[in-house]
């Protein structure tokens, strides 16, 4: 699950999102203003429309300052009351009937059941709710004024801000006792879907090893097969049973002995459903000369996530931690990585590529390789460096080396300061000799040369720790109800002004827009290669690919200014558009990651209200000036 | 009644309707110059897209003028604090079919933002009121049009308003309950409260209309008492009782040398619906402004 934008934390993003908001806000409301003016010239003529223009804003302030808390509540109902009679209730029993039959083509043989599940029950929630918002929320304000029941309320001392704030309170209430019910039983769906229990095939064991005096031989053998797995079973000398891990799970054993027969009861699946909370680290690269750079070696991959190390070289990813307590991780350091694999020859394609892990101190330079490992395409490896390191395969002393834009070299530390026989012991103590003031390096090498490793910062994490499922799944479905709130909104403030159909297809098109939101925001700041729109044209019909320099003249000039024009409408594009994908946090649940208060949870649901209020002013304005009886 | 307090005044009111380029469709109201003061009903008639519907929507802030001005209690049509002294029937009652009477007058007391135990005061008056006790917890969509046309004037009073707009009264209510509506404008104008109709019933309108305006292809083409409009000037009017069948063929002359008693004796007066078809004939016949008859707005 690669996190290609990390987010900053609430503290850190606050201030200069608050910033940017207001800017975006200030700019949209001239905007909206001198709009306003102009058309209110235009149809009115200059001195009654600058009028109507200065009576619109003094009401506007009024109007969305002081709304009645109760003509709100009494419009909120309206909404609930109007989607229940809509049938809201048939979601909920096409949500019912999906799930059972789900159990028809979920694949129980499928050797990550967990993520299927999860994947499967997030995704259904989250298109049921968003179709049924969509429709609830485009359509009933056309419906009310094309059968003029709109009337009747616009003739009371209902403000146009109180009418668009019931109808979104309104549906978001009915989406959220949805939801919540949905996620409840999609919680029980799973836990039971994925529930179950193995038997131990009592003839499948076999003795192992020598025998001991006075000991019963070990013994391997199988469970039976359930759910399309089976796992190697291992009976100690002591009699104590214990399994392998299967499918991303395994199961205690209960042993139990009435005269000479032995009995084995397995429990239910252990950590199948978890929630690691990943400490992640600041990555930098070590290049073929043992320089350190910002970047790695691009292999041709179009995805810029990753950057690639070559083997049987001093190359390496490096990733800094900072904060590494011994409190924190009284068992030694739990790495997990999930590394990308570039072959420059297929070899034996079972086999996979040979790499290190090793542990580096900041500070005194001292390089210890925990661990020689066989890395495959796409397999998480997880490894636990122990508080005491005894069996490593080298250990040395080095500095980092990287050259300063002036040309100078540095190193860290500098050299005459390296101590060479600290490498010369036995054993590392891993927070008395690697851990210096909570900073430690973890250094991944492939060993194979002319075979690649390709990594970005998430892809090596500490699991700092491990929250509960439960807490972790419905956090899940936060985001589906920020989404939901948005869909809302947006649907509300079409419908304002549109046509039913039309404020739906306009609702879809802003949460298309909304999911290339950061592709935009890129465009706009000509991050993407091959220029803005006007460039990109001129390039398809000239068939010129993205890296050559456009050819000097009259017309390159005129796209490229034509660009930046464009370049400042996708600006504002990519602001005003919600970026939907921030708010799916499927990957997460279903990868069985933690999804952190701050910022996972915080910064995304700050900007779904940051989202909310201005698409509610814009709302209230379309329907403050709208005639609602034409 | 006869307080010179102006509770509507529509100053130079016009209203076209355009299409979606902007381009002129309809010239719905023509420079409409109207007052209406406290304590009177008044009744807007005219035929089928005459701008009646259209003015009331001004009055109401529904729709926006395209130049003049509608005022309500002093304030811009357009300003929703008028609406706290206003009750407002529909043509058709547009009202929530998925709600009961209970909850629709309690979903418009709500937004008048009354109190609850005040709500539950107003909403059993009000179902009592119109009568529709016997089936006020029965959702709207099972209403006849009568009872439909019940709940919707009880909702326009939930806030004991002072301006009260009815467009079409009567229609879809019974004799009986024509002639009760009709009791129960006549009660709340002598309660104080000002009364602005229109229909096309000319019956109900005579009936109960203080003042009248006829408005023909957007234009007010007469206004004034419903007394003095409907007064016939140049005849004279003699009902007497008691005569012998003999005298009656000769009654002009010798009413006096008979000796019968003269009961009355004035100018009679013509129905609301000949007035109404003299207007909008002579208007077909002569397009544009009428010149008002001699009738005058004077109380």
């Known amino acids: ?630 | 009644m006869q307080s010179s307090e102006v509770v509507i005044e529509t100053r130079s009111l016009s209203k076209v309707y355009r299409d979606f380029w902007g381009r002129q469709k309809v010239r719905a109201l023509k420079a409409l110059d109207l007052e209406i003061q406290r304590g009177e009903i008044f009744g807007l008639l005219g035929p089928n897209g005459s701008g009646k519907t259209t003015t009331i929507k001004l009055i109401l802030g529904l729709l926006f003028p395209t130049s003049g001005q509608a005022l309500v209690f002093g304030r811009d049509a357009t300003d929703v604090k008028k609406n706290e002294r206003i009750g407002y029937l529909p043509e058709e009652s547009y009202l929530y079919r998925f709600l009961n009477a209970e909850e629709t007058l309690d979903f418009y007391g709500r937004l008048f933002n009354m109190a609850a135990p005040l709500r539950r005061q107003r909403t059993a008056d009000l179902i009592d009121m119109v009568g529709l006790g016997w089936a006020k917890r029965r959702q709207l969509r099972e209403y006849s049009k009568g009872m439909t046309r019940r709940i919707g004037l009880a909702q326009a009073l939930i806030n004991d308003p002072e301006l009260i707009v009815l467009d079409e009264p009567t229609t879809g209510l019974d004799p009986i309950g024509c002639r009760e509506m009709k009791d129960l404008i006549l009660r709340l104008r002598d309660e104080g409260k000002t009364i602005l109709m229109c229909s096309h019933l000319l019956a109900d309108v005579q009936d109960v209309c203080d003042r009248i305006g006829i408005l023909y292809q957007g234009e007010l083409q007469e206004l004034g008492r419903v007394d003095s409009l409907l007064k016939v000037r140049d005849v004279t009017e003699v009902r007497a009782a008691g005569l012998s069948e003999a005298c009656q063929a000769e009654i002009r002359e010798v009413i006096e040398r008979h000796g019968g008693q003269v009961q009355t004796i004035g100018n009679p007066t013509t129905t609301l619906e000949e007035l109404f078809l003299h207007i909008i004939r002579e208007s077909e016949a002569h397009p544009g402004r009428r010149v008002r008859g001699g009738a005058g707005d004077a109380h």
Not at chain 1, 8 to 13: G, M, R, T
Not at chain 1, 255 to 279: F, I
Not at chain 1, 294 to 305: H, L, Q
Not at chain 1, 443 to 450: I, K
């Open chain 1, 1 to 630: 699950m690669p996190i290609e934008t990390p987010l900053p934390h609430l503290s850190e993003w606050f201030a200069s999102a608050a910033l940017n908001w207001l800017a975006v806000l200030v700019i949209l409301t001239l905007a909206a203003i001198v709009l306003g003016f102009l058309v209110g010239v235009l149809r009115h003529g200059p001195a009654r429309g600058f009028g109507a223009g200065l009576r619109t804003l003094r009401d506007a302030i009024g109007d969305l300052t002081l709304m009645s808390p109760r003509r709100v509540g009494a419009l909120t109902w309206l909404a609930v009351k109007e989607s229940i009679r809509r049938r809201v209730v048939v979601v909920f029993a096409l949500f019912i009937l999906i799930l059972l039959f789900a159990g028809w083509f979920l694949d129980a043989g499928s050797n990550e059941p967990a993520k299927l599940y999860l994947s499967f029950v997030l995704s259904a929630t989250t298109y049921l709710i968003l179709l049924l918002v969509l429709f609830l929320s485009a359509f009933s304000l056309p419906a009310d004024i094309r059968s003029r029941t709109i009337q009747t309320i616009v003739t009371k001392p209902v403000r146009a801000s109180e009418v668009v704030l019931g109808r979104i309170l309104g549906f978001a209430v009915v989406g959220t006792v949805l939801l919540a019910l949905m996620s409840v039983i999609s919680y029980v769906f799973v836990i039971r879907g994925l529930s179950h229990t193995h038997e131990v095939v009592l003839d499948s064991l076999k003795p192992t090893g020598a025998a001991v005096e006075g000991k019963a031989r070990p013994m391997t053998g199988y469970t039976d097969t359930v759910k399309g797995h089976r796992h190697k079973l291992y009976v100690d000398s002591s009699g104590k049973g214990y399994v392998d891990s299967e499918y991303g799970h395994w199961h205690e054993i209960e042993t139990a002995r009435s005269g000479d027969k032995t009995t084995y009861v397995l429990g239910g699946p252990e950590d199948m459903l978890e929630a690691r909370v990943p400490m992640y680290g600041k990555i930098r690269f070590r290049s073929r000369e043992g320089k350190d750079v910002d970047k790695g070696i691009n292999v041709g991959d179009e995805w810029f996530y990753r950057s690639f190390i070559q083997g049987g070289s001093p190359a390496a990813a490096i990733w800094s931690f900072q904060g590494v307590r011994e409190k924190d991780f009284p068992e030694g350091l739990p790495i997990e990585t999930n590394i990308e694999i570039f072959r420059t020859y297929k070899g034996d394609i079972e086999k996979g590529v040979i790499g290190s892990l090793s542990v580096r101190n900041p500070k005194t330079g001292l390089l210890v390789e925990v661990k020689v490992f066989e890395a495959k395409e796409f397999t998480p490896f997880q490894l636990v460096i122990p508080r005491k390191i005894t069996g490593f395969s080298s250990a040395d002393v080095i500095s980092s080396r990287r050259e300063t834009p002036e040309g100078r070299v540095e190193f860290s530390p500098p050299q005459n300061m390296l101590d060479r026989r600290l490498a010369e012991r036995k054993e590392f103590d891993l927070f008395g000799d690697l851990v210096a003031d909570g900073q430690v390096e973890i250094w991944l090498r492939c060993l194979e040369p002319s075979q690649y490793f390709g990594a970005g910062q998430p892809d090596l994490w500490l699991r700092a720790a491990d929250a509960t499922f439960t807490a972790n799944f419905f956090k899940g479905y936060v985001g589906i109800w920020l989404q939901m709130l948005l869909v809302i909104g947006f649907g509300v403030m079409f419908s304002t002004f549109l046509s039913g159909p039309v404020a739906m297809l306009a609702t879809v098109g802003a949460m298309i827009g909304g999911f290339f939101s950061d592709f935009l925001t890129r465009l706009s700041m000509g991050q993407v290669l091959g220029g803005g729109p006007f460039e990109a044209i001129i390039r398809l019909v000239r068939q010129d690919n993205l890296m050559t320099e456009l050819d000097p003249g009259l017309r390159t000039t005129a796209a490229k200014m034509a660009d930046v024009v464009a370049q400042g409408g996708l600006w504002v594009i990519a602001h005003i558009l919600p970026p939907f994908t921030e708010f799916n946090y499927a990957d997460w649940v279903a990868y069985g990651f933690d999804i952190s208060w701050d910022p996972w949870l915080a910064v995304p649901t700050l900007r779904a209200f940051a989202f909310l209020i201005p698409v509610f002013v814009a709302g209230y304005f379309f329907l403050k000036t709208r005639e609602v009886a034409q």
